[in-house]
């Protein structure tokens, strides 16, 4: 049983906003059947001020994917679309009283959603950039697509890189294995040999040694 | 209101007078059965007397063939992995798609340690592939694992013909039957199955507890070694409690057999045809002509499945879904998937599974409530119109891929 928070339950139970807005000049749908989430976001904006009038939702999803929605739908109401724009999923999830690992997915969803809404007012087209994958690390919630992509941006080759650039693996270091898993399969495109007798690279060792916490690396091997 | 309790598949109750039975041997029956004292001498008569009780459950030939362990997970382990050391020149392993995790993931291990492993398809209706079983059947497989009956569909295999069908072929058959035992007769020494796991949580016994059947005279390698608890092949000090109410659990489980066969399924039958009859759109998965007694999956379209969860257990009712979002995973249940079940109606599927302790009272609670939940839900569902769903559902609302 997922640890819900009252919000959650709240707003799963009696949803706000559902369905589509009368005469809606904005729309956005996102979502992937396969992992069993979908949502049309419609929105009513005033031309005149950009101010989001009515905003409604349709959502095909679990507990928290219909509270991410429903919630959403309640924090752009009365916005502009300049404001309504910089939320983000973290906000989602805050206003929610916080959602399990598992599950940030549905606010990443909600904000995508808004994203595409926002978009497709302007008319423009919303491109994706992110693509998820299946979640290894819980703690701080970090899926298999990102740590692979970082691996090879990065050329990462132990545990310790994945966890200085990512995050993955910083807490209970119970996802080590699957960590490891991908390091194989991303080390053997390359054709290398994933060796766990291997010593960080050497800008995380470096980041590592100057004090700076995992974040901060991640800006620093960035160049940020 | 009393909670109603339709996820038997999961787990089960522990009956009352199982936790009778084995009460004393949480208190003054103490005794550590290898001792030779007089409080270990008792507590080896109340094992024995057990083993025999799960012997009778299984039709046996020995009580010896009777291994009792902490799960079905480790019998499965055990059973697949003393396979592959007894024959290590023996590089490959049949099973199917629909095995639980138990046996999938250890196959899965063993492919990245370069085993070859067959896994065989089911049709829509959740029906093996046996022509592919026939092909593969060779001189180079280790063990053929497959499970009586399938955990989420209740789906019977027809384990027996296939144990034949091994044996003639020199190959060892193993196979979970965690969801059969208890539910359906069987009786281990008129067939060729050379290794069974069992679960006592699944039979009303409790958690902590399951038996590996090993036909006498079968080449095994253990998977834990050290003392000599169950002649060698499972160290480790006896879970007492556990074992003696899995003995008494099997003992009731066979009085109970033609109830579970009878009125469970006549319940199981009234909560289909109830449900079906009220809500549109909803279909029973899996092989409906041949299934346990107890479990009814129906896939209720264009809604998801941990939505109709959350709506069930605030009306004090526990079911269960392959839907993706109930496990956490990025896909629905494997199971619906190797049937070929629509995504849309995948995810809504529920599974609710009965005991010998449900009532009609409590079924007819079921058919009471579900329509409306389903309704409710329907309407937040961007695949759902006013009455029915969208025209060309899949076209109507295709989301960009996130």
């Not at chain 2, 041949?290 to 129906?298: M, S, V």
């Amino acid at each position: 049983m997922w640890d819900y928070s009252e919000k959650v339950k709240e707003h799963f139970f009696n949803p706000r906003n559902v369905g589509v807005v009368r005469d809606a000049n904005a729309t956005g749908e996102v979502g992937s059947i396969s992992c069993g989430d979908a949502l049309r976001l419609t929105l009513k904006v005033d031309p005149e001020s950009g101010v989001i009038q009515e905003a409604g939702f349709q959502t095909f999803g679990c507990g928290s994917a219909v509270a991410s929605s429903s919630v959403l739908t309640e924090m752009i109401i009365g916005l502009t679309l300049d404001e309504a724009e910089r939320i983000n999923n973290d906000d989602i999830a805050n206003a929610l009283g916080g959602l399990p690992p598992e599950k940030m997915h549905c606010s990443v969803m909600g904000h995508e959603a808004l994203q595409a809404a926002i978009a497709n007012y302007r008319g423009e087209v919303w491109k994706d950039d992110h693509e998820e994958g299946a979640l290894i690390c819980k703690c701080f919630a970090i899926d298999a697509v990102k740590i692979e992509q970082t691996i090879r941006d990065h050329g990462l080759r132990t545990v310790q890189d994945v966890t200085g650039y990512t995050k993955a693996g910083g807490g209970c270091s119970t996802c080590h294995e699957g960590i490891e898993e991908l390091l194989t399969r991303v080390l053997s495109e390359k054709g290398e040999a994933f060796d766990p007798e291997n010593h960080a690279t050497e800008a995380s060792a470096s980041a590592k040694s100057a004090g700076l916490p995992p974040m901060n690396i991640r800006a620093m091997a960035m160049g940020e | 209101m009393k909670p109603i309790y339709m996820d038997n598949n999961a787990t089960t109750c522990v009956d009352p007078r199982v936790v009778e039975t084995m009460l004393p041997f949480l208190t003054e029956q103490f005794g550590n059965p290898s001792s030779m004292h007089r409080f270990g001498d008792q507590v080896g008569r109340a094992l024995k007397r057990a083993r025999e009780q799960v012997q009778s459950l299984l039709g046996a030939e020995h009580a010896s063939e009777v291994i009792f362990t902490s799960c079905g997970t480790e019998s499965d382990s055990t059973a697949i992995l003393s396979a592959v050391r007894a024959q290590p020149q023996r590089r490959e392993i049949i099973t199917t798609e629909v095995e639980h995790p138990a046996v999938l993931n250890v196959c899965e291990q063993l492919e990245k340690e370069g085993y070859t492993i067959h896994r065989l398809g089911v049709d829509g209706q959740g029906r093996l592939d046996l022509a592919h079983y026939r092909e593969v059947l060779s001189d180079q497989v280790a063990v053929a694992s497959i499970m009586w009956a399938n955990n989420e569909t209740g789906t019977l295999f027809p384990v027996e013909s296939m144990a034949e069908m091994a044996r003639a072929k020199g190959v060892m058959f193993h196979t979970d039957a965690v969801q059969a035992v208890g539910k359906l007769p069987i009786d281990l020494k008129y067939t060729c199955i050379d290794m069974l796991s069992l679960s006592g949580h699944k039979l009303h016994a409790p958690k902590g507890v399951g038996v590996l059947y090993v036909r006498r005279g079968l080449r095994f390698r253990p998977l834990l070694r050290g003392g000599h608890q169950e002649r060698g092949r499972r160290a480790g000090t006896e879970n007492v409690p556990g074992i003696i109410a899995l003995g008494r659990a099997a003992e009731l489980a066979l009085t109970h057999m033609d109830d579970e066969r009878r009125r469970v399924r006549v319940l199981r039958d009234r909560l289909e045809t109830g449900l079906l009859e009220q809500i549109p759109h909803a279909f029973v998965t899996g092989d409906v002509d041949n299934r346990l007694p107890n479990t009814l999956n129906i896939a209720f379209e264009y809604i998801e499945g941990e939505s109709i969860l959350l709506m069930l257990n605030q009306q004090g009712i526990a079911a269960s879904s392959g839907s993706a979002c109930t496990s956490g995973s990025l896909e629905p249940s494997h199971v619906m998937r190797a049937m070929g079940i629509p995504y849309t109606a995948a995810h809504g599927s529920v599974r609710f599974s009965l005991s010998r302790f449900n009532t009609q009272e409590e079924v007819d609670r079921v058919i009471q409530v579900m329509p409306d939940i389903v309704a409710r839900l329907r309407k937040l569902s961007p695949y759902w119109g006013e009455d029915g769903p969208v025209e060309d559902p899949e076209q109507a609302f295709a989301p960009a891929y996130a």
